[in-house]
């Protein structure tokens, strides 16, 4: 099925390109997840007293410098390593961004603060595989860009 946008069509039912925007999802995923989670489980361990504000704003910024990390060594696979960290860094802050902040959302909302349970964890990356997907499809379909 193909849906009209603006004044094009735009096919959101193509498997393929699901399926790599899943893949390319769940790569930035893993790699915002060291650096979030690593974050909030430092402050959670030391009790250190900063506010959770505060602590999520470094847990996401933490996050996009270990998925951009990780993107890079992914793509070094295929470019050199000026190439790869351009492209992991190119690729999409936008959709690192939204999935950091879902991440967050979700953690605060659940636990009351910045806190990792064996509860919230699940929901956590849930939220963060889902928001971003959808723009990662569009990214890949329309713009033919993506990480990988």
Known sequence: MVLAVGT???DWFCKGTWKRAAGNTAWCLAGCSIGDMGTILFFQLTGIPWPTLWIMVL???????TSILLETI??????NLSAAFKTAIGMSLLSMIAMETAMNVVDVAVTGGAKL???V???MWIAGFLTPLPYNYWR???LGKSCH
């Open 8 to 10: 094009q069509e735009f």
């Open 59 to 65: 847990a996401i910024f933490n996050g996009l410098i």
């Open 74 to 79: 992914v793509l070094l696979r295929q470019m």
């Open 117 to 119: 349970t064996l509860t």
């Open 121 to 123: 964890l699940p929901l």
């Open 140 to 142: 890949l379909k329309k």
